[in-house]
């Protein structure tokens, strides 16, 4: 029997072509339509495609097609997430720390707890949170904190250094001109001179003490030039550095432009120069009302004054401290040879002055405000000034010295002043129709009160008697106590001095001065009293009783004669 290769090979085949089969022993023949029964055909797929069977029970594969974020490729079937529609998600409650934040992380899908999320926002750089709002505790309405910010500005967001070296002049221009509060850190800030501020309403808000604005150089007359009104400047060191900068220049200078401005716990330091080297000055504005205040702030190691108020009118220099200036502590004075500029309506009060050559000074006694100078009141530059309440002390010339018409020099004390010299006093009081009242005045090795220019346009002769205090024969004793001496105006004869004393506006006067040598000096009188013994002092006294008084006229317009009436003090007897 011929094997299968031995056979010719068919031209082709048939599903009616037999074959030969073994059924349980017993050949057979099958067709080869009966072998190929049960084999599936040969499949066909096109690209990017699968088979399965979507139809219901067993039956021919079907092709399934690839839907959204699935891919094919490589033999590999992979998934891509599409692209979610927040608008169609359903709405949540607020996150809690412990949701899920999904994220892309090196390339790879990633969740992370939401409190960690948000923690991490502060490490980045140049994060905007500028549209945020925000509920400040205790408001009704939310604002951006873009706005609440603006509220007032740093200036270290205009490019401060603070370092106290670095020049920082451009970024407080800069932040000026923004209109906004200026905010100062603790810190110390170069300035350089002149800095001139036009931007009305300016705030310069600070730490007292901590926050300093400090001069490197300078050029021009004034190291910081406020030309704008409405200025404010609260808890600002101003430090002009004279061991820096040696040229003759301002301080702070507040100009005609600005005629309301307040200083609040501010320091005015180490101006230079013996004639502009003021550490705060007010140039003058008179006739024009202004309403400028110094509050609680302090001025020590300038080379002129600490506070130079010129020709203002309406200025508050109050509960300040002005220690060590080579001037002034606290000067209210201006010389206009024309005089028609004067100090009105100033106010001095509960000051304390110590370590300078005048712990306050006002006014100044040249009538013709000229070199050399003419002494006498024709021409007053400081009118209606009331100085109160003062702590002089350790000055090297005088505690408190006034020229001036209309001022009210009351309830200051004064202590060891006048210590430079022996015509220096506690009180000078060169005062025409003013109130001085109520002084208290120790340790003054010159003069307690030399009140020896002082007019009311009568001069009486009184020869002076102080408790605990001996006159020798021989003439007036210069010592310490009340100085009601003319001098340079009184009369001289028969061995001793003949003083002038001269009363003020009735009502006031010199009296109620309490004195360390004198005790209680200036009790009134209830009516002139006859001089005993003297015929000229009975016509003196009537002569004093029935002269009017002109008390002049000023920029305000009050003008009017008054009575006079004569004091006579505890101490001080009429020959």
Known sequence: MPTIDQLDAAAASADTDEFPASQSGVARKVTRAQIVAGLQPTLAVPQASLLGRNSAGTGAPERVALGAGLSLAGGVLSAVPPVQ??????????????????????GQNMALPYAQFMAGLSGLAGVGGSGLVALPSGATASRRLADLF??????????????????????????????????????TYVVNGQWTITQPGTV????????????????????????????????VVFDANNAAVTLESWGVQVGTQCLTSDFHRCAFLNASGPTLGCGLVFLATDPVMC?????????????????????????????????????????????????????????????????????IGIGNFNATNTTP??????????????????LCHDNASYGIAV?????????????????????????????????????TVTGAPGFGIDAGGGEHGHTGQYRRELRRQHQPA?????????????????????????????????????????????????????????????????????????EQLPVGTHRLGYRRRQPLELRVAIGLQPE
């Not at 927040?86 to 090196?106: M, R, W, Y």
């Not at 509220?151 to 800069?174: K, Q, W």
Request: charged share 20%; net charge positive; aromatic share 6%.
């Open 204 to 235: 310069l808000l600070g730490t007292p003490g901590l926050s300093v604005l400090r001069r490197a150089s300078q050029s021009g007359g004034a190291w910081i030039a406020i030309q704008a009104d409405g200025f404010r400047a609260e808890g």
């Open 474 to 546: 021989g003439g007036w004793q210069r010592d310490p106590g009340l100085h009601f001496l003319g001098r340079g105006r009184g009369e001289r004869g028969g061995g001793r001095e003949r003083p002038e004393f001269r009363h003020c506006l009735p009502g006031a006067g010199i009296d109620r001065q309490l004195d360390r040598h004198a005790g209680q000096l200036g009790r009134r009188h209830p009516a002139p009293q006859r001089a005993p013994g003297r015929a000229g002092g009975a016509q003196l006294l009537r002569r004093w009783r029935g």
């Open 150 to 187: 603006a509220d007032s500005v740093a200036v270290e967001s205009f490019g401060a250094h603070g370092d106290g070296v670095t020049d920082d002049t451009a970024a407080f221009v800069a932040a000026v001109a923004s209109g906004r509060p200026v905010r100062l850190g603790h810190a």
């Open 85 to 106: 529609a927040f608008s169609t998600l359903p709405s949540a409650g607020p996150p809690g720390g412990g949701d899920l934040v999904p994220l892309g992380q090196n």
């Open 373 to 390: 100078p003419v002494w006498g009141h024709a021409n007053p530059d400081v009118l209606m000034v009331l100085v109160s309440g003062n």
């Open 291 to 359: 309403r400028h205040v110094v509050r609680d702030c302090e001025f020590a190691g300038n080379a002129a004054h600490g506070v130079w108020v010129q020709a203002c009118d309406g200025v508050l220099v109050a509960e300040c401290r002005a220690h060590n200036n080579a001037g002034y502590g606290i000067c209210v004075d201006y010389n206009d040879p024309t005089f028609k500029q004067q100090a009105h309506l100033v106010q001095v009060i509960g000051n304390r002055c110590w370590g300078n050559d005048r712990g």
């Open 403 to 439: 020229s001036g018409w209309g001022l009210v020099v009351q309830d200051n004390l004064l202590c060891n002043n006048g210590l430079a010299s022996l015509s220096g006093a506690g009180l000078l009081a060169n005062a025409d129709h003013s109130r001085i009242i109520g002084n």
